[in-house]
């Protein structure tokens, strides 16, 4: 192992790697330590193993931070068309499987060799099972202890991800590294993540375990119109992922299951035009004929539409376009895919991403107060911090 590299970056994710391979190519002597006994271990679980390594599509608007201007620098430098670019450059097969959404037609092993590789091309050294026990300056750089020995270096870049999914070995250290220099950690809380149900609700939705239907959800100002996916302990799929960015305990969601379609009125039209066909027969013309059997066993009310009053045909529309739903909670870490919250990123250059006065030290990736929304953002802004740093150091 390289003693005195110009730079270490502990962690062998995505913003990790990506960074190593930039400065690398920059003539920097680089290693990569993680603690891990494999790199880029979340990118191959991710996207059900296909990972969704940029959407097309971002922008500044698609992440959340309390330092909202932070992102735009970085991203604005490194765009989806040149990690796209770098990826064909190797022969990746991407397919775009909803609007803007890359994913690797095979398997995401391949994205990750693509990264080893360039890394490998680029001189970086990489030192798995490595763990770092202390940090600290010394002269112009920085010392490690790690369990491979003590290593000098002259930058350190901390790119350890956040605390999402700790069986794929998400820790907090890199928010500790923060404090311990005096850096603030913004609350972090679990992200694309699925929501847990009430025992009520719990078992109506284990009922209907593996149905999919597109909604519009909306809470504290976030909306989104994608698939609600019942399970077996509560709700998942594209929209509640999406909309748990804005939830916090003890909220409501506010679910549309007809979305562009006014319940009442149709409803309306329904009893004049078809005044025999039942409230359930009309329900199954609409949603998936599980979830239409449940809404009428829920709420026991299925009679022919001409004997349904105005008032009555009211609660179904509401039902329909605004049922308010209370999670118990999230399923948390184990399931979530990004933690929200982080490193304060006011403490740091947003060209460069040293800490301001310390530019010996720098903060990458998720570990970061700048989290996405579902659809390859995260993975774009892994690419765009690493590079911005790499090019920097």
Not at 129 to 145: D, F, I, N, Y
Not at 232 to 248: F, K, Y
Request: proline share 4%.
């Amino acid at each position: 192992m390289n003693s005195q590299p110009d730079v270490v970056v502990i962690g062998a994710g995505a913003a990790g790697l990506m960074c190593a391979l930039t400065a690398g190519y920059a003539g920097r002597r680089v290693l990569v330590i993680d603690h891990a006994n494999k790199a880029g271990k979340k990118i191959l679980m991710s996207g059900g193993g296909r990972c969704n390594f940029t959407n097309l599509a971002t922008t500044p608007a698609n992440f959340f931070s309390d330092n909202p201007h932070f992102c735009i620098s970085a991203l604005k430098r490194y765009r989806p068309e040149h990690f796209v670019e770098l990826v064909e450059r190797h022969g990746l097969e991407h397919v775009e499987k909803a609007p803007g959404q890359l994913f690797c037609a095979g398997s995401a092993k391949d994205l990750l060799a693509i990264l080893l590789t360039e890394c490998d091309w680029a001189g970086v050294e990489i030192s798995l099972k490595t763990s770092v026990s202390a940090l600290e300056p010394r002269g112009e750089g920085l010392r490690l202890a790690t369990s491979r020995g003590r290593i000098d270096a002259g930058a350190v870049v901390v790119a350890t991800g956040g605390l999402s999914i700790p069986t794929m070995g998400a820790t907090g250290f890199g928010y500790d590294i923060a404090r311990q220099f005096g850096l603030s950690v913004t609350d972090t809380r679990a992200a694309l993540v699925p929501f847990t149900l009430t025992s009520r609700w719990k078992a109506r939705a284990e009922a209907l375990s593996g149905l999919s239907h597109e909604v519009a959800v909306r809470c504290r100002g976030g909306a989104y119109r994608e698939p609600l996916l019942f399970t077996h302990r509560g709700l998942s799929g594209p929209a509640m992922l999406q909309i748990s960015s804005h939830w916090r305990p003890g909220d409501s969601l506010a679910i549309d299951l007809l979305p562009g379609v006014d319940a009442f009125e149709a409803l309306v039209a329904a009893r004049r035009e078809a005044p025999r066909r039942r409230v359930s027969t009309w329900l199954g013309e609409r949603l998936p004929r599980r979830l239409a059997q449940a809404l009428v066993e829920w709420h026991g009310d299925d009679g022919p539409l001409a004997e349904c009053s105005n008032a009555e045909l009211e609660a179904w529309a509401g039902r329909l376009n605004a049922w308010r739903l209370k999670p118990a909670g999230t399923e948390g870490w184990r399931t979530a895919e990004v933690t929200l919250g982080g490193v304060d990123t006011h403490a740091l250059s947003s060209k460069t991403f040293e800490v301001k006065g310390l530019p010996q030290l720098r903060f990458i990736g998720e570990v970061l107060d700048v989290t996405g929304e579902l659809g390859g953002y995260n993975f774009q802004w892994a690419w765009a911090s690493g590079v911005a740093c790499g090019l920097a150091l």
